[in-house]
């Protein structure tokens, strides 16, 4: 049995996506830009896309844009907003457990001759409210936070989190790392207070190479890319219409019928940390509850290297990521992990399993099974 | 403005009446070497020299980077072809070509006539002294030395008049298959494909054999060392490599063995399993990436007690070879930048902290009778199972 438990990583595309992608691509595949009706025949995937995601955010059609995936997003969300606001302050907050294309741009501002505040997290792998009280100045212009945690499933209180930093300084603009939360939960940007939210396509049966950025109306930002002047000028170069069109009938899958798929996933979620901690030396990380993100497990096996562990399940066709494959394929110590006071010899005994709305439960039956019989065996062989 | 390549090939010269064979082969490399080149070529054998030349539009660059790998090329001339249109025409030609090749106008040279075509004229010393004479005359700066050039022009009468100076040095060694076929034991390291290389260069064709251990290498180790065959094979030409899954005989041992030895008694069994292949192949040596000390598995004891094991040659190109000299070839063939890549091999997954480093061979043959029940029938199966990759 297939059982592909890296959703997380990726996941596969659904079915109508295929479809819309094929047809942007071979059928309706003008530049959006071009004049005649062919042009205006691509342009509408555009408009559509836009619509569903809008109506899906509750925020304004026009603050949209549409980038390259996540990474992108992050990138422009930050830099963009960091180099339009340097007069008027050269300080910025986030967490010590974002992904690398938030701490890498962080670093990248750092060396621009901004000062940058890396948050502590508890042994949840929740961000303290506390320190970023203390951390936002006067002259704080950005707080990047990431909705869910990509290793771990922790989920950040990003309510509170937004009305402290508006209470604070109402200048402050406040970003939100939203690739593994958009699709899982039902975020609305403006009722949050939530100025600029990344989200990538692949992480939610989208296309890969796809993603949006919110960008409130009253942000003041800068594109970081430059050209022809598209999507009013803020993300320059031809749209990538099949992944425009992919991305948005993604979302628009993923929203029907939401809260009984969520439900579902939560009840897959506590079967199988149910089970998992029943096997011995199993030690799982962070919240595992109604509190932490419905589609995330990680669990640390003592005693067992995780890459050996991986491919011990890879060859019963069971696919899952030892600490965060998403980030390299370098085995490197996982600041996450670190972070939330993982202990030492668990953090290369890590182990990511996250879930789609396609998991069943005789998938992570199956799992659960080839778990018990492989850990006997891989623990009589170890390392000295 | 480089019309043929005149084929400069050295030790292969003086190989007696078998000389034909060696001339054979290189033209057999070089026209390899040239398929994937744009272009067409002809490679043929003249008079005791190989000339490529060139039919259509070609890329000069990429042209002499394919002939720079291929065994067995001392040099590489990149000629001129101008017309036979008399001496005068002949004088300008060479002229304007030795401005073009040697812009500094300041050296030392030597004209060096040739005469395919004896009809011509003027003979070779005649030739000689008036072009010299033309050059001294066009370039104020540029003196003759008959002894020792700098610039040692070369001017040929055959069909057309071929003139060319320029050496580029190539690879050296012997062309690929004049001298028989052995097996490498490849690994993902940076040892092991140089190790390769280097007999290769000898006019060794290669095969290769790999020992995959999963789950405990990744799927993409043994893409890795695929990877690292298809590099070697730039210069080796087509590589069988033998993928055995070396699991199962890993952990018997683990399980047998005294853990220190683990590693010898494992090598030793890819010695036996690789001389296996060998022979079933027509391979008639082993090669391995040894380096003496580089590690507890190398030292003068350990390399003693695996090759015990081996009835054939086992050729260690690398044997005295500092790891810094080693690393430095594996930039110059390009294996370097992936033999880096963090994925592990067999080799470490079980390593002792203290493996040991002066073992003795018959404490190793006692330890290894513990596996008599087992063994045979595990490498029976593993050379069963085995996957075999044509990298090239």
Redesign the interface.
Known sequence: MECYLDNSATTKCFEEVKDIVINAMTKDYANPSSMHIKGVEAEKYLKQSKEIIASTLKVNEKELFFTSGGTESNNLAIIGSAMANIRTGKHLITTIIEHPSVINTMKYLEEQGFRVTYLPVDEAGIVSLEELDKAICDDTILVSIMYVNNEIGSVQPIDKIAQMIKEKNPNTLFHVDAIQGFGKYKIYPKRLNIDLLSASGHKINGPKGVGFCYISEKVKIKPIAFGGGQQKGMRSGTENVPGIAGIGMAVLKTYENFEEKIDNLYRLKSYFVEEISKLEGVYLNGKTGLDSAPHIVSASFLHVRSEVLLHALESKEIYVSAGSACASNKPTVSPTLKAIGVEKELLDSTIRFSFSFETTKEELSYCLDALKEILPKLRIYKRH | MFKSFLIKYGEIGIKGKNKYLFEDALVKQIKHALRKVDGEFEVSKQQGRIYVEVLSEYDYEETVDALKKVFGIVGICPVVHVEDEGFEQLAKDVVAYFKKAHPTLDQTFKVNARRARKNYPMDSMQINYSLGEKILQAFPNVKVDVHNPQVLLNVEIREKIYIYSTVIPGAGGMPVGTNGKAMLLLSGGIDSPVAGYMVARRGVKIDAVYFHA???????AKQKVVDLAKLVSVYSGPIHLHIINFTDIQ?YI??KCP?DELTIIMRRYMMRIAEHIAKETGSLGLITGESIGQVASQTMQSLAATNEVCTMPVIRPLISFDKQDIVDISLKINTYETSIL?F?DCCT?????HPVTKPNVNIIKRSERNLEEKIDELVETALKTEEVIICE
Request: hydrophobic share 30%.
């Open positions: 999963p789950p405990y290498t990744s799927e993409r952990l683990y399980e853990h963090p592990e997954i079980f390593v002792a902290k």
